[in-house]
């Protein structure tokens, strides 16, 4: 082991963007990079030096059989394994497949789909190792990632928001979208972390990063529907960056049940 921890940073299935979310620190990059050593981060060095590694930054989904394998091993060779963004933490956008089989989605995007060796399914890491510690978002928040790695660094645990969305809302002033102008916001039961980006441009809250500690689903799909929005277009507002989170996973799958039932009956 080095006089410095030994950070290491894998991709899976994913579109690179929380780990520029790390590049994007900046001067506070240069900083965290004098207290560890970067061993593995292929978005930013050629650099590939094997394990143990004190901590392993992990974006994406699983969504091969090498994936399976590779996490296997990276786990193995880490102290601490933190999972980056709603690909990592709910299997992300590329998991609306787990509702419609691969096969689809792989003839429509691949031109030669016969080359493609894919799993059914698209799953976060926890679904198959153990992990230390979840960072949502789509992208993270980079400086909620300095957090984690000032705290895994100082020997404490991170203290990243659990709180849904609207506190934000609330402590930036921002007037509820969904009371104001009868906008559909997920603000309520997603988790905080972006700032309350959206609903300050009068837009509602996508759930980027995923269901806060508490959800309470029902009462707000109830009231959304309510206010006239259908309940197919409830199930697809959940099934987004985090469909796959089973908090969101389990609502939409009730509204579509829903839906189904009702069309199926004559």
């Known amino acids: 082991m080095s006089a410095q921890p030994r950070l290491a940073v894998f991709k899976f299935a994913s579109c690179d963007g929380c780990q520029l979310s790390l590049l994007s620190l900046e001067d506070e990059l240069l900083q965290l990079a004098a207290r560890v050593d970067v061993v593995h981060f292929l978005e930013a060095t050629s650099r590939i030096e094997p394990g143990p590694y004190d901590v392993a930054l992990v974006e994406g989904s699983i969504t091969t059989a090498d994936d399976e394998q590779r996490i296997q091993q990276v786990r193995r060779d880490s102290k601490f394994l933190v999972t980056l963004g709603a690909c990592a933490t709910a299997g992300g956008i590329q998991a609306l497949k787990n509702w419609s089989g691969s096969e689809a989605f792989v003839n429509a995007v691949y031109a030669r789909p016969d080359y493609i060796r894919t799993l059914e399914t698209s799953t976060a890491i926890a679904d198959h190792v153990a992990v230390d510690f979840e960072l949502r ?46 906008i559909a916001c997920l603000g309520p039961v997603t988790q905080a972390g972006c700032g309350a980006l959206c609903p300050a441009y009068d837009r509602g809250c996508y759930g980027c990063y995923g269901p806060s500690e508490q959800p309470n689903l029902v009462p707000l799909t109830d009231h959304l529907r309510a206010g006239g929005m259908k309940a197919e277009a409830i199930a697809t507002a959940l099934r987004s960056f985090n469909a796959y989170a089973p908090a969101f996973r389990q609502e939409s799958d009730r509204l579509a049940a829903e839906v189904a039932e009702r069309e199926s009956t004559p």
Do not use: D, F, M
């Not at 300095?146 to 609207?166: D, F, K, N, W, Y």
């Not at 930036?172 to 969904?178: F, L, M, S």
């Open 137 to 182: 978002g789509c992208p993270i928040n980079k400086y909620q990632l300095l957090e984690v790695l000032q705290s895994l660094l100082a020997g404490r645990r991170p203290r990243t928001p659990t709180h849904c969305v609207c506190v934000e809302c609330k402590r930036r002033g921002t007037v509820c979208v969904t009371v104001a102008q009868g």
